[in-house]
T-cell receptor
Framework: AQRVTQPEKLLSVFKGAPVELKCNYS??????LFWYVQYSRQRLQLLLR??SRESIKGFTADLNKGETSFHLKKPFAQEEDSAMYYC???????FGTGTRLTIIP | GAGVSQSPRYKVAKRGQDVALRCDPI?????LFWYQQALGQGPEFLTY????????KSGLPSDRFFAERPEGSVSTLKIQRTQQEDSAVYLC????????????FGPGTRLTVT
């Protein structure tokens, strides 16, 4: 069975500091991985997917098949990055439990 | 253009009542998904439609849950004889293609069973 683990429920980071949101997955095959984000009072929306290799809002995520990880990173946190972040896997998305990121001004 | 819409946004039901939750996907989107999100958890997959065909209902938690998309656009998720454990946010998402593509989510329906 496929599974996504986000070990941190809460993460607080100072503005301007680097951010790393951890995601590990369990999947037998070639994984399709996503990061979705939910800002306050907004709906869930796609932030990035591994296959596109894009940097969105300064965030990047690299798929590491050896470590079965897809951590989300940003070198300099901004206040508008405060949100709930979900790592997800597959076509019928399997989500992690999410990490609430708070950027401290 | 309009995104995915869901109605009602909030629903309170007494235990044992039947409820119907509606999803209007983005026009022309082929794929439609339903997810259930319990408090403090990530969304969990319930069922998937490709046009009007329900291709996967493996996530429906019991036979009290039923979903349909008769004309390949609007979808309804019905829960019969609601139980307290059905309290959750029900999310609908649509996608322009089949396969692994971006899903566009609705705002969700928060169901509270008392």
């Amino acid at each position: 069975a496929q599974r996504v683990t986000q070990p941190e429920k809460l993460l607080s980071v100072f503005k301007g500091a680097p951010v790393e949101l951890k995601c590990n997955y369990s999947y037998s095959g070639s994984p399709e991985l996503f990061w979705y984000v939910q800002y306050s009072r907004q709906r869930l929306q796609l932030l990035l997917r591994h296959i596109s290799r894009e940097s969105i809002k300064g965030f990047t995520a690299d798929l590491n098949k050896g470590e079965t990880s897809f951590h989300l990173k940003k070198p300099f946190a901004q206040e508008e990055d405060s949100a709930m972040y979900y790592c997800a896997l597959g076509e019928k998305l399997t989500f992690g439990t999410g990490t609430r990121l708070t950027i401290i001004p | 253009g309009a995104g995915v819409s869901q109605s009602p946004r909030y629903k309170v039901a007494k235990r044992g009542q039947d409820v119907a939750l509606r999803c209007d996907p983005i026009s022309g989107h082929v794929s439609l998904f339903w997810y259930q999100q319990a408090l403090g958890q990530g969304p969990e997959f319930l069922t998937y439609f490709q046009n009007e065909a329900q291709l996967d209902k493996s996530g429906l938690p019991s036979d009290r849950f039923f979903a349909e998309r008769p004309e390949g656009s609007v979808s309804t998720l019905k829960i019969q004889r609601t139980q307290q454990e059905d309290s959750a946010v029900y999310l609908c998402a649509s996608s322009s293609h089949t396969g692994v593509y971006e899903q566009y989510f609705g705002p969700g329906t928060r169901l509270t069973v008392t």
